[in-house]
């Protein structure tokens, strides 16, 4: 290029463009390129840096360690809605009955459309002997029990469930003992409670006193412990009954 071109301070700024590039095709066969010089009063654009968590070594490495998740705000959940609590059995049937007895109907109550009474151990046999023969509950479905450990003074809830085929009806009626009390026997009102007693002996231990022959009716006689108390471990086998009569080592 011709250098008046060059020197000329007046030639257009496409002439001193042209110029640069010459210089920089110039300096690439062993000269150091000229850099263009920087605007005055400006100054250059700095890079934007990079965030803390992207930038921070991840311990042990020399990589980059993973943005810090950001927690999601998720909504509480809702309150649980209350749940369902016994409400008076207020009918003629529990009404006549706490009338008769007085204080030994402890309760009379309904828990989700199920009506029951709590009365006392001692007058169980002639509250159900009235339940039988002037309320037509002619049918004892079961009889069983729950053991509350820690309920100390009644560790028993002793529950009658019967049935009235005339009045379509059906009630629950409880009574609560210590462990070591006796129940009076109903097998004279409902045989089928015969069985039924044996059974709550089995499970439980609890004595029913008249019944003219308890004894276990599922686990063998001898066996060691209750099963279905609250403090016999679900796995546990009398291991001495086992060896003894099936003369083999428990597996438990």
Known sequence: MPEDTLGNSSAPETAAAQAADAKSSVGSQGEPP???AKPTGEEAPKPLAAPA???AAAPGTGAPAPPAAVPSKTPAAPAKPAG????????PLPNDLMSRFGSAVREASTYLGQAYLVIDCAEAPEVLRVLRDECQFDYCVDLTAV?????????????????SFTRNQ??????????GDTVPSVVGLWPTANWLERECYDM????????PDLRRILLPDGWKGFPLRKDYPI???DTEWVRENLHIESGQ
């Open 34 to 36: 000229v850099q263009p």
């Open 53 to 55: 968590a992207a930038t």
């Open 235 to 237: 796995t546990q086998q």
């Open 170 to 179: 059906r009630v629950r009626v409880k009574t609560q003992i210590k462990d």
């Open 147 to 163: 053991h509350y450990p820690k309920r100390e003074a009644t560790q028993f809830d002793v529950v009658w469930i019967l049935y």
């Open 84 to 91: 369902p609590v016994p409400e008076p059995w207020n009918e």
């Open 204 to 211: 439980f231990g609890i004595q029913f006193a008249g019944h």
